[in-house]
């Protein structure tokens, strides 16, 4: 138990960076010595200035406090040198000290597939990372994301129609980000597990969502960009997963949306390009694979008509007498399955009698 | 002369194989002979059924009224053995006897840069098509196509704009397809080139336009696919090209959308992924490259504010609240930008003030 609190603690002191925690360790013996040094053995192993911004960091923290904290919130906390502290995690460059730790890991949430992308995503990004999230997520394959609106929510979301999903935050799990996010973390906890390397409290910020990402990479044996801009936290996941010997597929999108730019890029820069779950279950020999039984909608009881008109709609909005040309149906046949798509969620009227496919 | 009307005449002769011509040719010494032989020589060589087939097609057709014709439309005709025949159509695979051509072809012309795709494309692949070609021939390449309705036509009318390009085509010169596409040959024509392998008044057919495709591979250094979905006879030019040794672009689109299935599949083969015209001439160092100086909407004089919207649009529907949220211009200053970008016919309400990029 002092161990877990001085590392508790250790974790929690901004200044304290990997190089600096690595030799107070190596210095004083362990994280418990390194916790309790007196002052003047961290300034002898780190020098005066660094030794007093740490005494500062240290008085205004108190580890007993952040357990209890953990406790209110049903959080465990794994330590690198404990048992339970998931072996990926210890592996990557850079390893937190501590995990925060909502739900549950499963050994087969330490090869997950991560779908990643960016916060400012279009309707397509959206759907393509909910669908592939979804496909994943029903052929036992655990999907890793951030958290965070756009592209990362969606694929929590995907993942939990239909199988486990890990959301890996950039923040305290007291403090997720976006605010209001509660609800959504709980639901993921619920069926899969929910990590953070920050103190509870932490709020986000400039630095904390990149250094997330090598968890994300961590956890995962590739990593899927969805939607990413040419700069983007997306592709800084994707470079974790490169140093880390990991995959990186990307989703191709039109030359025209900035929101693919930097997933594009991947492409010609050399990850796979993905259009399917089976163009990234390919990769994996380890996993059995079957081919996927289950299209967008294909658990849907349509008939063949509307199934037809279903299979025609993509994001590319087409009118009524477009859908007709195309399917030879009659314009009133035409009507009432569009009708009955858009009040089944499947399509979506753009206005004008103009649709695209909504899921 | 005797000998121009001879190849015209062979290659009128739809039962005439590329096989069969070869036998003929080398069996009776050249064109004017295999032309004027006896239905028993024929029979000597091919055999009686093909002999009485070929004699009952030669009958039914004149070389001095094709010629006449070919006149009177302003086509030269051009014969494999004749010093004007282009030469990269000397070296494919089953080169065509005759080529049929208005306008000129220019030595440029036979290293070209070929932009293919599907009759059904959409807003988005027409948009790039166009812009991918005036980008292409503005830099000195020529843009080979099709002129089929849809991509290959986006393509002309984009190099239109700013250079050279030839229209490759899948019917004689007197049937072009679409009906009404006379306009458009003669506008291509006047600066540019217009070639068929076909009779003058050969309807299009399931066979002629991938056909047709080997010489648009064959005028072209490489192939772009611009939008192709799974079954399309932009990916036969792509086979094409390969089998010729060309280089094949793709460019990427949302994997949601049919029209770019094939498209994308090729990049997953190894097509290289398109953004730019810049990806396709980095491949040809023998081209002098500049770095391009003209985005889309680059010529047009656009203040600052206009085209921090005019970039902001692509083809994912914006409204004026959302495109408010990312300049920072005022409601009053955004919609009179808007007004102006849609009377320069630069972007698109879509209706209910949602707007695209429109070139």
Chains 1, 2 share one sequence.
Request: hydrophobic share 40%.
């Amino acid at each position: 138990m002092e161990r877990t609190l001085a590392w508790v603690g250790l974790n929690a002191l901004p200044s304290l960076t990997p190089g600096r925690l690595r030799r107070l360790l190596s210095a004083l013996g362990g994280p418990v010595e390194a916790w309790q040094a007196a002052r003047g053995d961290l300034a002898r192993v780190l020098g005066e200035e660094p030794a007093a911004m740490l005494d500062r960091e240290r008085a205004g923290f108190s580890p007993e406090k952040e357990l209890e904290l953990a406790e209110r919130l049903g959080a465990k906390v794994l330590t690198w040198d404990a048992p339970d502290f998931p072996p990926p995690l210890r592996e990557i460059p850079e390893p937190p000290p501590v995990l925060y730790l909502m739900g549950e890991l499963r050994e087969e949430d330490l090869a997950g597939i991560a779908i990643v992308g960016t916060r400012r995503c279009t309707s397509y990004g959206r759907l393509v990372a909910r669908s592939l999230a979804r496909e994943l997520a029903a052929r036992g394959v655990t999907v890793i994301s951030g958290l965070a609106p756009g592209i990362d929510r969606a694929a929590h979301q995907g993942a939990l129609e239909s199988g486990r999903t890990v959301a890996v935050l950039g923040t305290g799990l007291a403090r997720p980000y976006p605010a209001g996010s509660e609800e959504l973390m709980k639901e993921i906890a619920a069926s899969g597990a929910v990590l953070s390397e920050f103190p509870l409290e932490q709020p986000g910020s400039r630095w904390t969502f990149p250094r997330r990402n090598r968890l994300i990479a961590g956890l995962s044996l590739g990593v899927v960009v969805v939607e990413a801009p040419a700069r983007s936290g997306a592709l800084i996941t994707a470079d974790y997963a490169l140093e880390q010997g990991k995959e990186v597929f990307a989703v191709p999108g039109p030359i025209t949306s900035e929101a693919s730019a930097g997933s594009n890029r991947l492409i010609q820069e050399g990850a796979k390009l993905v259009t399917s779950a089976d163009d990234v279950l390919v990769e994996f020999p380890e996993w059995i694979l079957s081919p996927s039984t289950e299209g967008e909608g294909g658990d849907l009881d349509l008939d063949a008509d509307a199934r037809a008109v279903y299979d025609l709609l993509g994001l590319e909005p087409l009118g009524i007498s477009e859908l007709g040309e195309r399917t030879g149906l009659s314009h009133a046949r035409l009507s009432q399955i569009l009708v009955e798509l858009e009040l089944a969620g499947l399509i979506q009227d753009l206005g004008g009698r103009r649709y695209i496919k909504a899921r």
